[in-house]
């Protein structure tokens, strides 16, 4: 395979990998932060999750203990390290930069934290909002680094954040109007405009390249002069 190609060799099996560790990290994750939620709905007060465990109890003392070790030894690896090993994956052409990869993975924890320690459907309004917020700062953010070194793609993961983004207030909107034809009609919508926007700027931000392509094809060829 020549330098510069499109995909790498081993690009299909890399990408399966990435995405497989990705679900796993947020498994782990998800399971230790359960340990911690307790439903104080209940009495006695059990864990939401897991309510064959009462909160205070000697063995959820034990299980808090043994969260917080995963989680102290588990999270820096997965949110700190693997930024750094990403060049190493040769196959894996969408590389990132590695800060932005960073903020990435907290952005998850938060959203995965808010998700937990806010359960109750009386309460869904928080977790909606901060992920709202997040996934538009996350949008933000990516435009204006572009970290994926696949320049044409940042314009696509923009309108995906941005899509997050929708999903969230599509589904606020399910909530305190309780009409599912409304908030799925909004949604899509949404969505679809969202699409027909990030092809745009795409389109927008290729034509120039286009053009001085097309126009350096163009170009008579220079003779140059006969020596005498």
């Known amino acids: 395979m020549k330098a510069g190609e499109f995909p790498s060799r081993g690009f299909a099996h890399s990408q399966i990998l990435i995405h497989f560790s990705t679900t796993l990290s947020v498994w782990i994750i998800t399971t230790f932060l359960d340990l911690f939620a307790c ?10 999750y897991m309510p064959e465990i009462q909160c205070g109890s000697y063995l959820h ?10 989680l102290f030894l588990y999270y820096p690896i997965s949110s700190f390290l693997y930024p750094n ?14 800060s932005f990869v960073v903020l990435f993975n907290q952005v998850k924890l938060i959203i995965i934290a808010v998700t937990i320690f806010f359960p109750y459907e009386n309460e869904v309004v928080i977790p909606l909002i901060v992920s709202i917020a997040l996934w538009i700062g996350l ?5 204006i ?3 994926n070194v696949v320049k044409v793609l ?10 997050g983004a929708w999903v969230n207030v599509a589904a606020l909107i399910a909530y305190f109007s309780k009409n599912t034809a409304l908030s ?25 390249h286009d053009y ?10 220079v003779e140059e002069p006969a020596e005498n």
């Open 39 to 48: 439903d104080f709905y209940q009495t006695p007060n059990v864990l939401f």
């Open 61 to 70: 003392h034990w299980f808090i203990v043994l969260a917080a070790c995963g």
């Open 85 to 98: 090993l990403q060049y190493l994956n040769v196959g894996n052409d969408f590389k990132y930069d590695t």
């Open 139 to 143: 949008a933000l953010v990516n435009r």
């Open 145 to 147: 680094l572009k970290p």
């Open 154 to 163: 940042n314009i696509w993961e923009t309108g995906l954040y941005f899509g």
């Open 184 to 208: 799925t009609t909004v949604l899509i919508l949404g969505l679809i405009a969202i699409a027909i926007i990030t092809f745009a700027i795409h389109r927008y931000k290729r034509l120039p």
């Open 212 to 221: 001085e392509e097309v126009s350096q094809n163009k170009k008579p060829a």
